[in-house]
């Protein structure tokens, strides 16, 4: 296994089995005798540039829960902010931490955090990729259906966006074909969808309903990005027809859940009607953040 979770591309497909079995595991065993205590001893830091909640929480608590102990640190208020390089960074943490966790804006950051530093890196969403919310999807995924492979989802909104990134990376891994349904002005990446990490396959069409027709699963996310504010009003005008409404959730499978990794704009990308509906399972999805991080800490980080 890699020193470090920078993206899906970071992880084999036995790698990914490893770590869905672990989850379970964890997840079955939390608040047990029997749970493991695999960072006693150890100090993570958890550096944030952005705003978080799900995030935030599930690492500080999912620290403790394996013995370890976790240091939150604002970016803008550490030497960082003052422009303090990452290199240098990366090299005085290292000689305080056991492990890094970081949400921040550039990808060549996390890179350049992990280079420098002996320790493993674990991204905690970059305007890039968002490696530890699509790897608790699957997860949540694996509960409903007991298995992955020749599952389809569908994904509508910003198709250039972190999570549609990270979306492409983990269904080739996983077995899992996705469907992108987004406008010209936001396609997915074709350098991305050519990666071939496993046998997943990723298409892209610009019609919603073709994307969401078969889908065992949807799934959206917010139309304005963090970091991307500026852009808020023509992003909600060209995104509105991907809303995910109850017309294309009946589109899919009749049994399709519906997914979002969270905060969700109600009423922009998804309507409150389709958030809080019986097929609706993103509230699973934010728990399962705990335990799929404690196994992504445990395989990187534990004794
Ligand atoms: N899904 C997610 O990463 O949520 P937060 O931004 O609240 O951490
Ligand atoms: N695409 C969203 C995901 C938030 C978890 C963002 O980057 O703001």
Redesign the pocket.
């Known amino acids: 296994m890699n020193k470090d979770l920078l993206s899906c591309a970071d992880l084999t497909h036995d790698d990914f089995v490893k770590l869905m079995e672990l989850s379970a595991k964890i997840k079955r065993e939390r608040g047990t005798p029997q749970a493991a205590k695999p960072l006693a001893g150890k100090s993570i830091g958890l550096i944030f540039a ?9 690492f500080e608590i999912g620290v403790q829960e394996l013995g370890g102990y976790p240091i939150y640190l604002e970016s803008g208020k550490t030497q960082m902010g003052r422009g303090e390089t990452i290199p240098d960074t990366a090299k005085v943490l290292e000689r305080y931490l056991h492990g890094i966790v970081i ?1 921040t804006f550039a990808q060549a950051d996390v890179e350049g955090l992990a280079a420098n530093s002996k320790y493993p890196v674990i991204n ?2 970059t305007d890039d990729y ?1 490696p ?2 699509v790897l608790t999807d699957m997860f949540t995924m694996l509960e409903y259906k007991g298995k992955l492979e020749g599952l389809k989802m569908a994904y509508l909104g910003d198709g250039a966006s972190n999570m549609a990134n990270s979306l492409m990376l983990v269904c080739q891994l996983a077995g899992v074909d996705l469907a992108i349904g987004a406008p010209e002005e936001y396609r997915p990446s074709q350098k991305i969808m050519d990666r071939n990490l496993g046998p997943g396959k990723c298409s892209w069409t610009t019609d919603p309903y073709e994307a969401v027709k078969d889908a065992d699963f949807i799934y959206t996310d917010v139309w304005v990005s ?1 970091g991307f504010e500026e852009e808020a009003k023509e992003r909600i005008r060209v995104l509105k027809p991907y809303q995910l409404d109850m017309a294309k959730l009946k589109a899919a499978k009749p049994d399709a859940k519906v997914m979002h ?3 969700a704009h109600r009423g922009d990308e998804i309507t409150d009607e389709v958030m809080d509906c019986d097929q609706s399972i993103v509230f699973d999805e ?1 728990e399962n ?1 705990l335990h799929v991080q404690k196994a992504i800490m445990t395989m990187l980080m534990g004794n």
């Not at 952005?50 to 599930?58: L, P």
Request: with cysteine; aromatic share 0%; glycine share 0%.
């Open positions: 952005k705003a978080s909640t799900r995030t935030r929480v599930s949400r905690a969403l968002h530890c919310q963090m990794c969270l905060p934010a953040r």
